[in-house]
């Protein structure tokens, strides 16, 4: 059953992606999901950088480095939830468009 402040939540995000022009619930559902895969995809990695320090293994994470497509290139660490959930929302967009989409998929 979902609780009154869960509800509220819920009815704040549909009225933001509607207050966007995303209308069709699919649409919402499916951009849900992928801002809900990458926080995890973040939280997970990093979880795996504290847990392999603490037993003094080695770790490469999927955001060191450099992330190229094409000529252009960006820090990797740029496409973390938690870097780049603080940025202006025409930030977040072009950086969701470029880069974060074909970093997941590729």
Do not use: C
Not at 46 to 52: E, G, L, S
């Amino acid at each position: 059953m979902i609780t009154g402040e869960l509800k509220n939540k819920i009815d704040s995000l549909w009225d933001v992606f509607a207050a966007g022009g995303m209308v069709n619930p699919l649409d919402v559902i499916e951009q849900i999901t992928y801002l809900m895969f990458i926080h995890d995809l973040d939280e997970a990695d990093t979880r795996r950088v504290k847990d392999n320090l603490m037993l003094g293994l080695p770790y490469d994470s999927l955001f060191d480095g450099e992330y190229s497509i094409g000529e252009k290139t960006i820090e990797k660490n740029q496409l973390r939830w938690s870097v780049f959930r603080d940025f202006p929302a025409g930030r977040q967009f072009s950086l969701m468009q470029e880069w974060i989409f074909p970093f997941i998929k590729g």
